[in-house]
């Protein structure tokens, strides 16, 4: 595995003007090749305004876009088209997103962040909007961020990009870069040591998770987990889902934890940073269309056990979210969010949210969709268009607010 640091403005490459002229402009130069464009005069290098408070906003994608939407009122205040399937992530620095596009991730800045100093921060605001930056990817896959680090995965060539996510907004984060020996649907971290944990596999299967140091070199693998997908972090602890359970990467030691199935799919995890207990999805279907469980999975990645604990009601893979005290979150297709003790499993209140929703056939299709920041939770309701905002400690609805297309993924940040 061959590893390349490349200094370079804001990514792999800046667009010279809009993203849709960058798409064909010949100066632009070839990925990771480590030539800069032209610095540009974006949002992210713009000067903020300092306001009295915390504003926070939403990035939402739809049919033909994404939306910048104010979280407290519900005005819109950016509307980028783009084409494509649009999937949107946290770019983990709380001020920009990173949108997944055809030929990669737009960087998008939502234009408010806080600068914190000990005892109290200063809040800003600026104009939000598509940065004109982007990361190229033939199929822009899994984002990561950990640990000030982020991590990109391309499925479609296995390359691996990561940069500090500090210097996300500045003049330009050093970019490293480096590929899996076969492309496959897969995922990648960079860690502060420098040490690099990524799945292995190839277009035809997958199973394998290697730990590798910053030269390169391989410090723990497995081969035992089949069909490998997903990764989050229990505290500081990685967790990866498989068929047959998930495999717990501690330091360089990886364990598997078995289903008590033997197809026990765990695909889709919730972390948390103050919890050593993961939560997941459970499916136990290899023949389905599209299995529906009602059965979440909780893993201690002390003692390498998984509890299983049924809700009663069925959930997607976009219905996973945490506490700010590590409580597992559940939105449910019975319209509510179920709060679980994650050290007990017990379901300790439910809230409700939406109307009763039924699980579509297609994954690209919208559906009831948690996004959880602090104390907040963020719940998109497709059929009506609208998005509720959720205040945990109150455990209720506190705001519904309505928009302008019919919304798909949603990312919030706390201003």
């Known amino acids: 595995m061959k590893i390349r640091r490349v200094p370079v403005l804001l990514a792999t490459l800046v667009a010279l ?57 519900g005005e819109v205040l950016a509307e980028e088209a783009l084409e494509g399937y649009l999937r949107v992530s946290p770019a983990g620095d709380g001020r920009h997103a990173l949108v997944s596009t055809t030929g990669g991730w737009e960087v998008l800045d939502l234009g408010s962040w806080t600068d914190e100093h000990g005892d109290h921060g200063h809040h800003w605001t600026s104009t939000p909007g598509l940065t004109g930056a982007r990361f190229e990817a033939a199929e822009p896959g899994h984002v990561v961020a950990h640990d000030g680090l982020t991590t990109l995965f391309d499925d479609g060539t296995g390359t691996i990009t990561s940069f500090d996510t500090t210097a996300l907004g500045s003049d330009g984060p050093e970019v490293t870069t480096t590929s899996t020996e076969e492309a496959h649907h897969g995922v990648a971290v960079r860690l502060a040591n420098g040490n690099l944990l990524t799945t292995d596999g190839d277009e035809e299967s997958r199973s394998g998770v290697r730990l590798l140091g910053p030269s390169g070199v391989v410090m723990a693998q497995t081969d035992a987990c089949p069909g490998v997908h997903g990764e989050a972090f229990a505290q500081d602890v990685a967790v990866l889902g498989c068929e047959d359970g998930a495999v717990v990467v501690d330091g360089r030691e990886i364990t598997k934890v078995t289903s008590p199935d033997p197809y026990g799919r765990i695909g ?71 709060v679980l003790d994650e050290r007990t499993g017990a379901v300790e209140r439910r809230i409700d949210v939406v109307g009763r929703w039924k699980e579509p056939l297609d994954w690209q299709q919208p559906r009831p969709t948690l996004h959880v920041v602090g104390t907040t939770a963020y719940v998109t309701e497709p059929r009506r268009d609208r998005l509720h905002v959720v205040d945990l400690d109150r455990g209720r609805v506190t705001s519904t607010l309505d928009l302008p297309h019919t919304p798909d993924e949603v990312v919030a940040n706390a201003g």
Do not use: M, W
């Open 268 to 338: 889709n995890q919730a972390g948390s940073e103050v919890s050593p207990i993961l939560l997941g999805d459970y499916k136990t279907d290899p023949d389905a269309e599209l299995e529906r469980p009602t059965r979440v999975s909780l893993i201690d990645t002390r003692t390498g056990t998984l509890r299983l604990v049924d809700l009663g009601t069925s959930y997607s893979f976009r219905s996973l979210g945490r506490g700010p005290d590590g409580e597992a979150l559940v939105l449910g297709t019975d319209g509510a969010l179920h």
């Open 17 to 73: 003007a809009s993203s849709a002229c960058a798409a064909s402009d010949p100066r632009r130069p070839e990925a990771g090749s480590g030539t800069p464009a032209e610095p540009t005069d974006t949002p992210s290098a713009a000067a903020g305004t300092e306001v009295a408070s915390a504003a926070p906003r939403l990035a939402v994608t739809h049919d033909g876009g994404v939306s910048v939407v104010d979280a407290r009122t």
